[in-house]
C-alpha cells in the first residue's frame, strides 16, 4: 500500500511539473516544476529499493526526504527533503493513520521547515499551505472529528491557504526581489504542497480507506 501511495503522489506531481514551473516563472526561477518532479521521480526510486519488511510509513518519508536533499537543487530540496525526514521521526513501525498521528507529522514538518528556511506564516513560502493544514488538524482533534472529516477540513484550509498567498508580498526565495510585484500570484511552493495533501488525500478515498 506504500508503495502504491508513493506511486500515486509521484505520478499526481510529474503531472503537475508544467503548472507549477509556469506559476514559477511569474515570480521564481521557473523550475520548481522541474525540481518537484525530479524530486519525486528519484523517491520513487528508493522507495523500490527498500524491503518489503522494512517498508513502513516513518522509513517512507525518511526514504522520500533523503531523495530530495541528494537529488533536487534550489529551495525545494532541502526544505521538502527536511520537512519529510523530521516528519518520519514521529512516527515507527506501528503508528496508525489517524488524526492525531497527521496533525505530528505536519508538526515536525513545519518545524524542520522553518529551521532550514527561516520563513513563517504569510511570507508567502509552503508554510501558507502546511500551517493552515496542521491548525485545521489540531481543531479537529479538539472537536473529535473523524479521520475523513478532518481531511476534508484541512484540504480547505489549504486551498485557502494558497489563495491567501495571492494577497501578499513575497519575503523569501527569489520571489522576495520583486517585492510588491509578487501580489496577486499564488506561491509555487504554497501550491505544490496542496497538491501533495490533495493527492494524498485522493488516494485514501481511491483505496477506501477513508
Given at each position: 500500500?506504500?508503495?502504491?501511495?508513493?506511486?500515486f503522489l509521484v505520478d499526481t506531481i510529474i503531472s503537475e511539473k508544467n503548472h507549477l514551473t509556469a506559476l514559477d516563472t511569474k515570480?521564481?526561477?521557473?523550475?520548481?516544476?522541474?525540481?518537484?518532479?525530479?524530486g519525486a521521480t528519484a523517491a520513487l526510486e528508493a522507495i523500490d529499493e527498500v524491503d518489503e519488511e522494512n517498508?513502513?510509513?516513518?522509513t517512507a518519508l525518511e526514504t522520500v526526504g533523503q531523495a530530495f536533499i541528494m537529488n533536487v537543487g534550489g529551495a525545494a530540496g532541502p526544505l521538502y527533503g527536511t520537512g519529510f525526514v523530521d516528519a518520519s521521526k514521529v512516527l515507527n513501525k506501528n503508528s496508525k493513520l489517524d488524526v492525531d498521528t497527521l496533525e505530528k507529522v505536519f508538526s515536525a514538518a513545519i518545524v524542520g521547515i522553518q529551521r532550514r528556511g527561516h520563513a513563517k506564516k504569510s511570507d508567502k513560502t509552503m508554510l501558507d499551505t502546511l500551517i493552515p493544514i496542521q491548525e485545521s488538524l489540531k481543531q479537529s482533534i479538539e472537536d473529535k472529528k473523524n479521520l475523513a472529516e478532518?481531511?476534508?477540513?484541512?484540504m480547505t484550509a489549504a486551498r485557502e491557504g494558497v489563495e491567501y498567498t495571492k494577497t501578499i508580498v513575497a519575503k523569501r526565495g527569489r520571489a522576495?526581489?520583486?517585492?510588491?510585484?509578487?501580489?496577486?500570484?499564488?506561491?509555487?511552493?504554497?501550491?505544490s504542497s496542496m497538491i501533495i495533501f490533495r493527492a494524498f488525500c485522493q488516494f485514501l478515498k481511491d483505496n477506501e480507506i477513508i
Amino acid at each position: 500500500m506504500i508503495r502504491s501511495a508513493v506511486k500515486f503522489l509521484v505520478d499526481t506531481i510529474i503531472s503537475e511539473k508544467n503548472h507549477l514551473t509556469a506559476l514559477d516563472t511569474k515570480i521564481g526561477d521557473g523550475d520548481h516544476g522541474l525540481n518537484m518532479a525530479r524530486g519525486a521521480t528519484a523517491a520513487l526510486e528508493a522507495i523500490d529499493e527498500v524491503d518489503e519488511e522494512n517498508l513502513n510509513a516513518s522509513t517512507a518519508l525518511e526514504t522520500v526526504g533523503q531523495a530530495f536533499i541528494m537529488n533536487v537543487g534550489g529551495a525545494a530540496g532541502p526544505l521538502y527533503g527536511t520537512g519529510f525526514v523530521d516528519a518520519s521521526k514521529v512516527l515507527n513501525k506501528n503508528s496508525k493513520l489517524d488524526v492525531d498521528t497527521l496533525e505530528k507529522v505536519f508538526s515536525a514538518a513545519i518545524v524542520g521547515i522553518q529551521r532550514r528556511g527561516h520563513a513563517k506564516k504569510s511570507d508567502k513560502t509552503m508554510l501558507d499551505t502546511l500551517i493552515p493544514i496542521q491548525e485545521s488538524l489540531k481543531q479537529s482533534i479538539e472537536d473529535k472529528k473523524n479521520l475523513a472529516e478532518a481531511l476534508d477540513e484541512a484540504m480547505t484550509a489549504a486551498r485557502e491557504g494558497v489563495e491567501y498567498t495571492k494577497t501578499i508580498v513575497a519575503k523569501r526565495g527569489r520571489a522576495a526581489y520583486i517585492g510588491e510585484r509578487s501580489i496577486g500570484f499564488e506561491d509555487p511552493g504554497a501550491v505544490s504542497s496542496m497538491i501533495i495533501f490533495r493527492a494524498f488525500c485522493q488516494f485514501l478515498k481511491d483505496n477506501e480507506i477513508i
